[in-house]
């Protein structure tokens, strides 16, 4: 069995990530998913255990910790393992799983901006400035050409450390494929070399949402953060973060207001905490406009009247698929 590492992990490319999860939701059915086991963890944090395996034979279990008092100690909020086995039911695998866990989960959000964001999106504003934030604002910039990365923190210092990478990522054609987007309709490639696009930092946050085309809200926030008096139509707003009820990033308005797209149905109704406040305080689950895999089957048509409002918790399968690539 090879044991590797985030090293390991971090020679992976976008295209062959964003590529293998586009397959596998427009394939849900390749994969058996077991319930996550959750259990508490000190200070509001999260013990999960995530298995799942596919009709070729594999197999793998994630264990993660999200323990948001980390970061004072210096140390991730989130940290994981993975272990493969493979379709003979020996151990091929295992591998630290935090940088895994990045990839994948911003990778799913670009597929689901790709679907919903207006073709010509041109700001992106990444809320939050945790470990996972510039991973949001790298994929993301895969799937659309914006000519603004704006990043907004609680904590100044933070935000603008998280646009200092961003910048210096761009800087060395690192955070876009080829200097253009990927996805089909959201490409625009002009003459020339491609000219990145400036990195900012936003003092208000009510302001930053406003502006923008796309917001990326990835936090361990347990309060509504994005109001949805800010919204408007048009406009993509991808939620990451409130994996458990107990945590919330946007309000019950935005979720309302917006046609709501999920990474899938069973999974948000037990897992996503904006969706569930929001239907505490009278929206309803049946609103939900369908999940990932309708988007890229390109059954969901966009609402130019309305915001589009993607929530993911985070799917097994799409740890498998990404732990197969490193085979």
């Known amino acids: ?52 395996a596919d009709v070729d034979g594999w197999f793998g279990v994630k264990q993660v910790s999200v323990l948001p008092a980390n970061p004072a100690r210096g140390r991730p909020s989130v940290q994981a393992w993975y272990t493969l086995m493979g379709p ?45 934030a510039p991973w949001m ?38 955070a876009r494929a080829g200097g ?3 996805g089909g309709d959201g490409a625009r490639a002009g003459a020339g070399a491609p000219v990145p696009p ?16 796309v917001v990326t809200v990835a936090t361990t926030a347990h309060e509504p953060i994005v109001r949805g008096a800010w919204l408007h139509a048009g406009q993509h707003l991808d939620l990451v973060g409130a994996f458990a009820h107990t945590m919330r990033e946007a309000d019950g308005e935005a979720v309302r207001r917006s046609l709501v797209v999920v990474d899938d149905r069973g999974a948000a109704r037990a897992e996503a905490g904006d969706l569930a406040h929001a239907a505490d305080e009278g929206w309803r689950w049946d609103e939900v406009a369908g999940d990932l895999a309708d988007a890229v089957a390109g059954r969901l048509l966009r609402d130019p009247t309305r915001p589009s409002l993607f929530k993911s918790v985070g799917l097994a399968f799409e740890d498998l698929v990404v732990a197969r690539l490193l085979v």
């Open 1 to 52: 069995m090879r044991i590797l590492n985030d090293d390991d992990v971090a020679r992976l490319s976008w295209p062959r990530v964003l590529d293998a999860l586009r397959g596998a939701f427009a394939e849900r059915g390749r994969f058996e998913v077991a319930e996550r086991v959750q259990l508490q963890a000190p200070d509001g944090g999260a013990w999960l255990t995530m298995p799942c």
């Open 88 to 132: 003979d039911g020996a151990p091929v695998l295992a591998t630290e799983a935090s940088l895994l866990t990045k990839f994948r989960t911003a990778a799913v959000s670009a597929i689901a901006a790709d679907a919903l964001a207006p073709a010509a999106a041109a700001s992106l504003l990444v809320v939050g400035t945790g470990a996972l």
């Open 137 to 174: 604002a790298r994929a993301h910039l895969q799937v659309r050409a914006y000519d603004r990365v704006v990043v907004w923190g609680r904590r100044r210092e933070r935000a603008e450390a998280v646009a200092a990478e961003l910048a210096r990522d761009l800087a060395r054609g690192v």
């Open 180 to 182: 253009v987007a990927r």
């Open 198 to 213: 400036a990195v900012e930092v936003a003092d208000e946050l009510e302001a930053a949402v406003r502006a923008a085309d």
